[in-house]
């Protein structure tokens, strides 16, 4: 089994996880957000490296110490990482129990993928980017009934402690009361643990040179 990374970076301390993490960036996603962070996610061309786990586990060992002595792990991002599913989960067996697994998530694939990764996951980040399907349409150019289902998914698990849910205001899409009512959506589906931030979108535009 294969994945395409486009990128590592190591050493990140409470940015994606507890303890020390290293992020992992696989290729694609299914989404077009307007202020994409990861252009390079989303580009076919050969700026990856091909891994198969036992390569990607032999290349982020070498922090295996920082993760033990933190409680940190691994955060796989990307692009979308339950694109990856199978992948992730040979990467646990690989890795062991000992290394925490994160996952960094629009939720916008299959239940199946997720359905996949709940035994081997020990923390959901999850991007809703707004929960009112004509904001996501405009934003992302996808519809929104996955991201709802796989949350109430989530939840039906019993998981939803281990999640944390990203809302973003996202300048010239939604507003603080967009905002607000994403809230109480996913609040009303049993999440707690909200973080609600404004999204830098001028960052974004010089990244990708907008
Ligand atoms: S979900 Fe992330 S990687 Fe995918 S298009 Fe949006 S910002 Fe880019």
């Not at 690989?94 to 998530?105: F, H, Q, R, S």
């Not at 849910?165 to 009361?177: E, F, H, L």
């Not at 809230?183 to 973080?195: C, M, S, T």
Request: aromatic share 10%; hydrophobic share 35%; with cysteine.
């Amino acid at each position: 089994m294969k994945a395409e990374v486009f990128g590592v970076s190591r050493l990140r301390i409470g940015v994606d996880g507890e303890g020390v993490t290293t992020l992992v960036a696989f290729k694609y996603c299914p989404l077009k957000c307007e202020y994409c962070l990861n252009p390079g996610a989303l580009l076919k061309d050969n700026q990856c490296r091909v891994h198969t786990p036992e390569t990607l586990y032999s290349e982020l060992r070498k922090d295996e110490l920082y993760f033990l002595a933190t409680g940190g792990g691994v955060t796989f991002g990307g692009g979308e990482p339950l694109l990856w599913s199978g992948f992730i989960r040979e990467f646990r067996k690989v890795c062991g129990p000992d290394w925490k697994i994160n996952l960094e998530t629009s939720l916008n694939v299959p239940s199946a993928a997720v359905q996949e990764l709940i035994p081997v996951a020990d923390c959901w980040i999850i991007d809703i980017k707004d929960m009112d399907p004509g904001i996501y349409f405009r934003y992302t150019g996808k519809d929104n009934g996955k991201v709802l289902d796989n949350l109430r998914l989530l939840a039906g698990e019993g998981l939803a402690g281990r999640c944390v849910v990203r809302i973003p205001s996202i300048q010239g899409y939604n507003t603080p009361a967009d905002v607000l009512r994403s809230e109480a959506v996913v609040r009303e589906l049993g999440f707690e643990k909200i973080d609600k931030f404004k999204y830098d979108i001028d960052y974004a535009k010089r990244k990708r040179n907008l």
